[in-house]
């Protein structure tokens, strides 16, 4: 439920660090980014640690929201 919470926030960092590196593109590209890049950690993660799919993006979802609590402070 908190997947499409963190793929926008996710998104919107990588957004922001974007223009501020004078980068070009529109929104929906770097969504599209984050999102695949989640994808690849949880099938990653679920089958490095033979995890069901919902316990790895689980597991991606709480790391993904503290990285962000340790960027953001």
């Known amino acids: 439920m908190l997947v499409p919470v963190f793929w926008l926030v996710q998104g919107g960092v990588l957004h922001a660090a974007s223009a501020l590196a004078d980068g070009e593109g529109a929104f929906a590209d770097t969504l599209a980014v984050a999102g695949w890049a989640g994808v690849i950690r949880t099938y990653g993660l679920a089958d490095a640690c033979d995890l069901s799919l919902g316990s790895a993006a689980t597991v991606v979802g709480?790391?993904?929201?503290l990285g962000l609590v340790f960027e953001l402070f």
């Not at 709480?62 to 929201?65: M, N, P, Y």
């Open 62 to 65: 709480a790391l993904t929201a």
